[in-house]
């Protein structure tokens, strides 16, 4: 074989198995047979004259050597798309696929309401939406966007700051009619708290006051989840009192299903970022998505977006 047989195909089939270590994951990925991975790897080695992958029983990795040519990859693939989108035009900004990453419950009542919208503008443009609460490496995964919220500490992707969600402390109508109401943050440690088992030190409960002064509250319950919905099911049910993002139960106190408790006290807010992989920020299809997303953002309830 010679160097006419490194094709695009094979270049694209090796990058994905170096950023997620795993032939069959990217087999599965590509809707192809696992064999035929293997077969772009063994020609493309074979093309190039040295070994790019090493591989075990458990995980494949890069050679020293194919980590120099992944490098060297990703940008020859970045920039055939972005030729490709240059030489359609528009229609070039208007087809393909985006992959996004979110935060589960937000992506789930919100944020595929505004990929809906998206779509409706970009009919050709096909979207993957992942939902995960879980920190994933975004370039291993595949995915171009993640909406995140939290504090972020990847200095490897590119930050959009969207806002602040904020919080406050809501409890049902019938779990406040059965167990009392708090008059202030003193009396919350006598109830029933509905706690985020993924978020570090929930048995304490830091809230603000109305004039600005900090309060840090024991905060204990008997059930514990790792997911917003389910939190807000429980919150249906009466069973007891939580902290909650507003675009969490916006709707369920507009019904009344839910009632603000001590409205003068409230969790501090949480930032809401995007993370855009550098390699992809370039693709006209994706820059559109992240305009689109920045500008609508706002329009979540309880997201202050930055001045």
């Not at 966007?145 to 700051?161: C, N, Q, V, Y």
């Not at 009392?180 to 943050?185: L, S, V």
């Amino acid at each position: 074989m010679d160097r006419s047989d490194v094709t695009l195909e094979r270049m694209r089939t090796f990058v994905r198995v170096a950023e997620r270590g795993s032939l069959s994951a990217v087999a599965r990925e590509l809707g192809v047979g696992q064999s035929t991975v293997t077969r772009h790897l063994r020609e493309l080695e074979e093309a190039i004259g040295v070994p790019l992958l090493s591989r075990t029983t458990r995980r494949v990795t890069m050679t020293d050597e194919g980590s120099r040519y992944y490098a060297d990859s990703i940008q020859i693939l970045r920039l055939v798309e972005q030729a490709g989108d240059e030489a359609r035009g528009t229609r070039g900004a208007s087809a393909g696929t985006i992959r996004i990453s979110c935060t589960a419950a937000l992506g789930v009542l919100h944020i595929s309401q505004l990929i809906f919208a998206f779509q409706d503008r970009y009919p050709d443009i096909g979207i993957d939406l992942s939902l995960t609460d879980e920190r994933i490496d975004l370039v291993r995964e595949g995915v171009d966007i993640a909406l995140r919220l939290g504090p972020l500490t990847d200095s490897s992707m590119k930050l959009r700051a969207l806002g602040q969600s904020r919080r406050l402390l809501v409890a049902a109508p019938a779990y406040l009619a059965a167990r009392g109401r708090p008059a202030g943050p003193q009396d919350l440690p006598g109830h029933e708290g509905i706690r985020m088992s993924n978020i570090a030190g929930s048995d304490t409960l830091a809230l603000q006051g109305p004039e600005g002064e900090r309060h840090a509250v024991p905060f204990g319950g008997r059930f514990r989840v790792d997911h917003g919905l389910a939190a807000r099911e429980a919150l249906i049910a009466g069973r007891g009192i939580a902290p909650a993002h507003h675009w969490l139960v916006d709707d369920l106190l507009g019904a009344g299903r839910l009632e603000v408790v001590l409205p003068d006290y409230a969790p501090p807010p949480v930032p809401l970022s995007m993370l855009i992989v550098p390699e992809r920020a370039g693709i006209a299809r994706v820059r559109l998505l992240v305009d689109f997303l920045a500008e609508r953002i706002g329009g979540i309830p309880g997201i202050q977006k930055p001045r």
